[in-house]
């Protein structure tokens, strides 16, 4: 017989394409980035298929790495102007951190992000009230996918490996809860598809097509 796999007591999450839409902000800074460089300026869908890594990582992308390392400061300072632009709450998002914070289940945000970024933005949609703690990019010496990131996160919020749920939008999240020995719930509303999440190996526990659809499933909310 198969054990039973341990009730969800943690959830971890990613923000950007998980949480909320803040690929207009992105879009822009990187823009504005290119346009000061002389370089053509990417398609909004192409730099949202591109995030996930984090900001160097997706500028190295679109640009190359010689590139990427003079654009970045034009980018930081277009985003820390303008952070809110077209910022929103994908649909479910708040719904399911209130109903989880309402019953006990500690939360955070593990992101790509820089971790200051991601706090304005936690704290411009008032969310510290059902999160525990966010964890970004310069916050530690480490990033997604990497084991030790995933694990300092679990560890501060007193869950353990087989506990705990990643919930994310991109193979970034697949490959960090694999690592660290979590389960993996994505939902494509992010930077991936439906097809290209079922098709990533390894592959995640489910696929959902919104956080609604997650919340139903996963923890059993009526709507």
């Not at 190295?60 to 010689?66: E, I, K, P, S, V």
């Not at 300072?77 to 809110?84: P, T």
């Not at 310069?138 to 919930?167: C, I, Q, S, Y």
Request: hydrophobic share 45%.
């Amino acid at each position: 017989m198969i054990p039973a796999k341990p009730s969800i007591a943690v959830v971890l999450y990613d923000l950007d394409g998980t949480l909320v839409d803040h690929f207009d902000a992105i879009h822009g800074a990187i823009a504005h980035a290119q346009q000061a460089l002389g370089v053509p300026p990417a398609t909004h869908a192409k730099v949202k298929a591109t995030v996930g890594g984090g900001i160097e990582l997706t500028l190295t992308r679109l640009m190359g790495a010689d590139l990427a390392a003079r654009a970045l400061p034009y980018y930081e300072e277009f985003l820390s102007k303008n952070m809110f632009t077209g910022l929103r709450a994908l649909p479910g998002a708040e719904a399911l951190l209130e109903q989880l914070h309402d019953r006990g289940l500690p939360q955070a945000v593990l992101t790509n992000k820089q971790g200051d970024y991601a706090r304005q933005i936690i704290q411009h949609l008032g969310w510290e009230r059902w999160l525990d703690d966010v964890f970004g990019v310069n916050d530690t010496p480490w990033r997604k996918p990497a084991k030790e990131f995933v694990l300092h996160a679990v560890n501060k919020l007193g869950g353990t490996p087989a506990n705990t749920l990643m919930v994310g939008d991109s193979p970034f999240d697949i490959e960090a809860a694999t690592n660290g020995g979590l389960r993996c719930h994505v939902v494509a509303t992010g930077s991936h598809t439906r097809k290209q999440l079922l098709a990533h190996q390894p592959a995640p526990e489910a696929v959902f097509d919104s956080l609604i659809d997650l919340g139903k499933t996963t923890f059993g909310f009526k709507a």
